[in-house]
C-alpha cells in the first residue's frame, strides 16, 4: 500500500502555495531561454530513493514534476514500466550520479536515509541539504525512535540524543544496518539554515498478525532560509539516465 504521508502533507497543509511561490521563478523564462538547446530542463523536484513508484508516482500525478533516483537498478526498470513517460526523468545511482551544481526547489526522501548507520545517515542528509535550492522545500519521512523494532536485531550504536542504529540478524534486512532517528537528532540537522513549514509530526504503522508492534516514522517538511533568488539547474552531462 502506498505510504502517501508526504503527499498529504503537500496536499493538505496549503503546501500548493508555497509551492507555486517557490515554482515561480522557473516560469518566468523567456522563450527565447526555454528554447535554447543549451538551457536545461529544469526539474522541479528531486526524489531521492524513489525506488518502483509507490510513492513517486502518486506524488506526480498531483501535480510533482519529479527525477528520480535511486541506486537500484531493478526498482528503477519497474518504475519505468509502470510510467513509460517518466523514464528520461529516471536517474540510476546516488546523489553523486547528479553534477555538482545541480539544485532543486523540492527535494522529496521517503524512507531512504535510514539507510546505514548514524554516521552515514546523516552524511546522506547532509549531501541532500546541499542539493536544495535557496528558499526549496525539504520533505522526509523517515525511521523513528520508538518503533518496536523487529525482526531479530542488535543494537549497535546508541547515541544521548536518542537516536540509534540496528544490525537486523533476521528477514529482509539481514546484515544490514539501519538508524532510527530522534526528534532532537533531526531537528538537530535542520537547525539554522530551516524553517519547519511542516513540523516534525510521527506517524505510527501497526503490523497486522502474527506480527505485532508498530513501526514510527517521523515526517516533516523545512524551508531553506537562505536567500532565494537567481540560482542555476545546470545540464547534467555525466549523469546515467534509465534506458531500455
Ligand atoms: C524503503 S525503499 C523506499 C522507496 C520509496 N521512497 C517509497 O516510498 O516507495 C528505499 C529506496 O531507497 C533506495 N536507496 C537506498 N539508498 C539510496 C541512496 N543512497 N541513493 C538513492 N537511492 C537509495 C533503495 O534502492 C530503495 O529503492
Same mark, same amino acid.
Given at each position: 500500500?502506498?505510504?502517501?504521508? #508526504?503527499?498529504?502533507?503537500?496536499?493538505?497543509?496549503?503546501?500548493?502555495? /508555497?509551492?507555486? $511561490?517557490?515554482?515561480?521563478?522557473? %516560469?518566468?523564462?523567456?522563450?527565447?531561454? $526555454?528554447?535554447?538547446?543549451?538551457?536545461?530542463?529544469?526539474?522541479?523536484?528531486?526524489?531521492?530513493?524513489? !525506488?518502483?513508484?509507490?510513492?513517486?508516482?502518486?506524488?506526480? @500525478? =498531483?501535480?510533482?514534476?519529479?527525477? !528520480?533516483?535511486?541506486?537500484?537498478?531493478?526498482?528503477?526498470?519497474?518504475? =519505468? +514500466?509502470?510510467?513509460?513517460?517518466?523514464?528520461?526523468?529516471?536517474?540510476?545511482?546516488?546523489?553523486?550520479?547528479?553534477?555538482?551544481?545541480?539544485?532543486? @526547489?523540492?527535494?522529496?526522501?521517503?524512507?531512504?536515509?535510514?539507510?546505514?548507520?548514524? @554516521? %552515514?545517515?546523516?552524511?546522506?542528509? $547532509?549531501?541532500?541539504?546541499?542539493?536544495?535550492?535557496?528558499?526549496?522545500? *525539504?520533505? #522526509?519521512?523517515?525511521?523513528?525512535?520508538?518503533?518496536?523494532?523487529?525482526?531479530?536485531? +542488535? /543494537?549497535? +550504536?546508541?547515541?544521548?540524543?536518542?537516536?540509534?542504529?540496528?544490525?537486523?540478524? %533476521?528477514?529482509?534486512?539481514?546484515?544490514?544496518?539501519?538508524? *532510527? *532517528?530522534?526528534?532532537?537528532?533531526?531537528?538537530?540537522? *535542520?537547525?539554522?539554515?530551516? +524553517?519547519?513549514?511542516?513540523?516534525?509530526?510521527?506517524?505510527?504503522?501497526?503490523?497486522?498478525?502474527?506480527?505485532?508492534?508498530?513501526?514510527?516514522?517521523?515526517? @516533516?517538511?523545512?524551508?531553506?532560509?537562505?536567500?532565494?533568488?537567481?540560482?542555476?539547474?545546470?545540464?547534467?552531462?555525466?549523469?546515467?539516465? #534509465?534506458?531500455?
Amino acid at each position: 500500500m502506498p505510504v502517501l504521508g #508526504v503527499a498529504e502533507l503537500l496536499r493538505s497543509s496549503g503546501m500548493s502555495t /508555497i509551492c507555486q $511561490r517557490v515554482f515561480g521563478p522557473y %516560469k518566468k523564462r523567456s522563450r527565447g531561454q $526555454r528554447n535554447s538547446r543549451s538551457s536545461s530542463r529544469r526539474y522541479k523536484g528531486l526524489y531521492i530513493g524513489c !525506488g518502483n513508484g509507490r510513492n513517486y508516482l502518486p506524488l506526480g @500525478a =498531483a501535480g510533482l514534476d519529479l527525477l !528520480g533516483l535511486d541506486v537500484s537498478a531493478a526498482a528503477l526498470e519497474q518504475l =519505468a +514500466e509502470r510510467a513509460p513517460e517518466r523514464r528520461g526523468q529516471l536517474i540510476h545511482g546516488d546523489l553523486s550520479a547528479l553534477p555538482d551544481r545541480h539544485r532543486f @526547489a523540492l527535494v522529496i526522501a521517503i524512507q531512504v536515509f535510514q539507510h546505514g548507520d548514524r @554516521a %552515514k545517515a546523516h552524511s546522506h542528509i $547532509r549531501s541532500a541539504q546541499e542539493r536544495l535550492a535557496p528558499g526549496g522545500l *525539504f520533505c #522526509v519521512r523517515v525511521n523513528a525512535v520508538g518503533t518496536d523494532v523487529a525482526p531479530r536485531h +542488535e /543494537i549497535t +550504536e546508541r547515541h544521548r540524543d536518542g537516536g540509534f542504529t540496528v544490525l537486523y540478524l %533476521k528477514g529482509p534486512k539481514q546484515g544490514l544496518p539501519i538508524h *532510527f *532517528f530522534s526528534a532532537g537528532e533531526l531537528n538537530g540537522l *535542520f537547525a539554522g539554515g530551516y +524553517e519547519p513549514v511542516l513540523p516534525l509530526r510521527l506517524h505510527e504503522t501497526y503490523r497486522t498478525l502474527p506480527d505485532t508492534g508498530q513501526w514510527s516514522q517521523w515526517e @516533516a517538511i523545512w524551508r531553506s532560509k537562505a536567500e532565494s533568488g537567481t540560482w542555476h539547474c545546470p545540464r547534467r552531462p555525466g549523469a546515467r539516465r #534509465v534506458r531500455r
